[in-house]
């Protein structure tokens, strides 16, 4: 069946409070208090060294050691950042990796168009690729690192963390079954944080319809109703978003499992991953649990995965 075999994250040991960066990231005393009191963000993740690139291998290598069969049908690596540039100019970013794991032979595409729900728009196209026998397996990297301190903050929202993530998938995955993926672009807000503020306004205003209608899309492809996900790991945008698309969705907002948010920060699409991998390790998915993930970027792109864990239906 077509899943995942195995993720990883990679996430620096530096952090910085919220507090500590107020000047920084020109904080007024009452928009510190949104982010800390009622969006539910206490530091971020901060990586001094490595560049994204750097930190996608990170994550690749992770996976890669504990993988090390199921890697040599690698013929696919897409990856993602929201940031561009994310390397310096003509430096070719993941070779290294691939030479260090004899992946010189499979494909390399750069799929980031969808700013922070690239992850879903990875899954997305992984999930085609091997339901139409166009790859044996697919690996799915993602990274972003702020290279100016002040842009961490993005206007009304968040506060950026550094971190990666990395995803191995097959056709011939056992335990967590990739079921359905959604993605959707209006694109009403091409110029992101440069938009007209009465654009951006709307945006904050509305990206929570949009979130609703993509999740409710990949449900139906899924065949599955709402109160049969068990949790639904989302970015870390913050808690107050969540919430109000908990109330949205007429579920229990406990279904939203985001536990890195106050201590990683928005790591943009290694978000998801870094919930998840903290429900693994907490232990509180069961087998045939259903579970999502769900992403929202700037420019009103929206993304939602649904996996089955503990599945064993072939295909």
Not at 290 to 297: C, K, S
Request: proline residues 4%.
């Amino acid at each position: 069946m077509i899943g995942w075999i195995d993720f990883a994250c990679y996430v620096p040991e530096a952090r910085s409070s919220i507090r500590s960066m107020k000047t920084e990231l020109g904080l007024t005393e009452e928009q510190l208090r949104v982010l800390t009191d009622d969006y539910g963000l206490r530091q971020v993740a901060v990586e001094p060294r490595l560049r994204a690139d750097h930190m996608m291998a990170q994550a690749g290598r992770m996976v890669a050691r504990r993988n090390p069969e199921q890697l040599r049908h690698v013929d696919w690596i897409l990856h993602t950042h929201t940031f561009n540039p994310f390397t310096p100019f003509l430096v070719e970013p993941l070779s290294d990796f691939q030479r260090e794991w004899g992946l010189e032979g499979a494909k390399v595409r750069s799929v980031s168009q969808m700013n922070c729900a690239s992850l879903d728009l990875l899954f997305y196209t992984a999930k085609l690729l091997l339901e139409h026998k166009r790859a044996k397996a697919v690996l799915l990297l993602a990274a972003d690192k702020m290279f100016l301190p002040n842009s961490r903050y993005l206007q009304d929202s968040t506060v950026s963390g550094d971190a990666a993530a990395a995803v191995l998938l097959s056709r011939d995955a056992h335990e967590h079954r990739l079921v359905s993926s959604a993605i959707h672009s209006d694109a009403t807000l091409y110029n992101s944080v440069l938009a007209e503020p009465r654009e951006f306004e709307w945006f904050q205003r509305s990206f929570y319809v949009g979130l609703v209608k993509i999740m409710r899309q990949a449900l139906k492809h899924a065949g599955l109703a709402i109160d049969q996900l068990a949790y639904i790991f989302p970015a870390n945008v913050n808690q107050t978003a969540w919430i109000r698309v908990a109330s949205a969705l007429g579920i229990p907002r406990e279904t939203f499992y985001f536990p890195t948010l106050p201590e990683i920060g928005h790591a943009h699409n290694a978000d998801p991953l870094l919930n998840l991998e903290a429900a693994l390790q907490n232990q509180i998915l069961r087998k045939g649990d259903y579970y999502a993930t769900l992403t929202v970027g700037m420019g009103s792109t929206f993304g939602c995965t649904v996996f089955q864990y503990g599945s064993v239906r072939k295909e």
